[in-house]
Structure formats: structure tokens, C-alpha cells
């Protein structure tokens, strides 16, 4: 996959108590694999290369940052890829919805399945099943999330970063912020913001990391995966106002909006510098206004 320039873009944004906030842009690292994707699938493909794999197999939902990414991936690096789309409501609808019909137009095949079935994802009868539909593939997880994702996202960070004091990332599957744990110098504390609701996450990033120096907030996932309100809307309009930086509404967004309303409690203690890792996940704000217009809410006011 080949880069954009920009990598290293970033805004520097100073609070009362001398607190200076960056943004690092790694959703400009790729013009359509952007921030964490480009990160998780770096050592996915060269492994499938190595293995001589044809064909990428992944899961993801309806708006799924990640199947829109491996979709891309897979045609530019010469791959097939199949998607497996939990809902199968989902079937008759994918002119309806920018992330498959992106996905499609990239040569992914669908296999749309109830969420009941869905949930066996991990399951290795289930993927003994998909081997025999499909033959062989490269497995990639939902959100691909595994130790060559993590791999890739070890290098998030760099020299540069040396000199911040926190390292805030969103977190879904936990793979980045678990590459971002590993890498992080000891004086520095990373910490996560789940976009899904539950303390299951905890446990996973465990699984990849054997530093200390990290912590989940769990306060600031409006309710759960993909769930906005019209607060946070209006904070990811007025954010792209004022520093023209595009938040997405699933993750960033949140993050973002945490950090800020936490320096405005006095979480962080004077003169703190604090990194931020914009982890891309824009191809899903059509996606998201949609379902707002639907709802007659307020839309994201940002062209992707």
C-alpha cells in the first residue's frame, strides 16, 4: 500500500495550566486504508504473501471501518477478499449503505449471516465451516485485532514522541492501543477510550501487552458502539470549525471529546503534554448521517 505525506502532520492545541494537547494525523497515512487499519494490515499482508495466500477472509458489520480498509487492501496488494457482514438482514441493502457498496466496488464478496451466528466468529467449527464454502484463506479477525496488528501498531509512536507525558487513544478491539502500550516509554501513561460499553476489553489488550503503564477510561462511549447524542455531534462540528481536523463519531470523536472534558475536570496535572492519536475512521460519517437523517437528527457536517 502506498503512503500520502503528512504522516507526521500534527496540531498543537495549549489549555489553561500550561497543558498543550497535539493530534497526531495518522488518518492521513493513506488516502482510503487510513490510521490503524494501514497499521493493522502492514504485517497481515506481507504473512498472507509469505503463506502465498489468494484469498482474505475477515467480519465486520454494516459501517465497518475495517471491511471497507481490508477490501481496498486486498485489491491493491492483488488478493481476493471475503466479508463476513453480521446481520443478514443486510443482504438486499447494500446500495443503501456506502460501506459495502465501497467494499463491493473493491471486489469483496459478501456472506451475510444472522448475529446469532455472528457471535461464533472465533469458533473453530464455524471457520471450518467457512474453509469448506470458501476454501483456503488468510484469516484476519474482526478489527484486526492479532500479534502482527499489534506489530504494525508498535509503530505508531516514534522518536519524536519522546517527549509527551500521556498517549490517548480510542480503543475497539484493543490492538492499537496495545501497540501503542508496548512502545511507550516508561514515563509515559497511555490511556484508552472504549467505544463499546463493558469491561471485557481489559482482558484482551492483556493478552498482547506485559506493561503497567496504561488505563481504560470507560466514561465517554455515549452509550456504546456507534451511539452518538446530539452533544457530541455538535462538539465534532465545532471541533472541525475551529482546528479544520475531522473527528468520525465511533472513535476519535469520543476520545477527543473525552481528553478535553477530563482537562477540564483537572485530570491531567499542570504543564502536562498530551499526545493524541487520531486513529482515522472517517469512510463511516455517511454512514452515521444517514441514521441520523433517519432520526431527524443534527448531521456531522463534514465532507469525507
Not at 182 to 207: T, W, Y
Request: charge should be neutral.
Amino acid at each position: 500500500m502506498s503512503k500520502i505525506i503528512a504522516l507526521n502532520q500534527k496540531l498543537q492545541i495549549t489549555f489553561p495550566n500550561s497543558i498543550s494537547v497535539t493530534i497526531k494525523r495518522e488518518d492521513l497515512i493513506h488516502p482510503v486504508v487510513s490510521g490503524n487499519k494501514f497499521r493493522k494490515l502492514k504485517y497481515n499482508l506481507l504473512q498472507a504473501k509469505t503463506e502465498n495466500k489468494k484469498t482474505l477472509l475477515t467480519f465486520g458489520g454494516a459501517f465497518s471501518n475495517h471491511i471497507a480498509a481490508v477490501a481496498f487492501a486486498a485489491r491493491e496488494n492483488g488478493f481476493q477478499s471475503i466479508g463476513i457482514i453480521r446481520g443478514d438482514e443486510l443482504r438486499d441493502k447494500i446500495a443503501q449503505n456506502a460501506t459495502l457498496q465501497f467494499a463491493q466496488e473493491c471486489g469483496m464478496q459478501f456472506e451475510f449471516v444472522s448475529r446469532e451466528a455472528y457471535r461464533l466468529k472465533n469458533e473453530s467449527s464455524f471457520l471450518e465451516e467457512l474453509k469448506l464454502k470458501f476454501g483456503d484463506f488468510y484469516l484476519i479477525p474482526e478489527g484486526g485485532t492479532n500479534e502482527l496488528a499489534v506489530k504494525g501498531c508498535q509503530e505508531i509512536l516514534t522518536d519524536e514522541d519522546r517527549e509527551f507525558d500521556y498517549i490517548c487513544c480510542a480503543a475497539g478491539t484493543g490492538g492499537t492501543i496495545s501497540g501503542i502500550i508496548n512502545s511507550a516509554l516508561p514515563h509515559q501513561k497511555v490511556l484508552g477510550f472504549p467505544a463499546l460499553k463493558g469491561d471485557f476489553l481489559q482482558d484482551e489488550i492483556c493478552i498482547f501487552v506485559q506493561n503497567k503503564n496504561w488505563k481504560l477510561i470507560n466514561d465517554y462511549h455515549f452509550g456504546g458502539y456507534g451511539k452518538v447524542n446530539e452533544e457530541l455531534i455538535a462538539f465534532i462540528n465545532d471541533f472541525y470549525d475551529t482546528n479544520q481536523i475531522p473527528l468520525d463519531p465511533v472513535y476519535t470523536g469520543k476520545m477527543v471529546f473525552g481528553v478535553i472534558d477530563m482537562i477540564q475536570k483537572n485530570y491531567f496535572p499542570a504543564q502536562s503534554n498530551i499526545l493524541l492519536i487520531h486513529t482515522g475512521g472517517l469512510q463511516g460519517i455517511q454512514g452515521m448521517n444517514a441514521k441520523l437523517k433517519k432520526k431527524q437528527l443534527p448531521t456531522i457536517a463534514i465532507n469525507v
